[in-house]
């Protein structure tokens, strides 16, 4: 069975009637949508979803960082006034 990764949870047809209700007593946290009681898809509010986003990419760059510091011992070095 999958964990609900969610402090609040809905099925699809409650978040068919009513979806303004359920972010509204959420208060900004996310919700879990079961089908079956199993978790579909999360509703998450859309600053929340920002703030996701921009930390996944943060990660991302910070892996690319890693990635360039390895291969640093590869690089030439240039004088700026040669370029």
């Known amino acids: ?3 609900i990764l969610a402090p609040f949870s809905a099925s699809i047809s409650e978040l068919k009637k009513n979806p ?3 972010l509204k007593q959420a208060q900004g946290e996310a919700i ?4 079956h009681n199993l978790p579909t898809a999360y509703l998450v509010p859309a600053d ?7 930390k996944l990419e943060d990660y991302e760059l910070g892996k690319i960082f890693q990635e360039r510091q390895a291969e640093k011992h590869l690089a030439i070095d240039v004088m700026l006034d040669d370029l």
């Open 20 to 22: 303004s209700a359920l």
């Open 48 to 54: 929340v979803y920002q703030q996701l986003l921009e």
């Open 32 to 35: 879990a949508i079961l089908n």
């Open 1 to 3: 069975m999958q964990a």
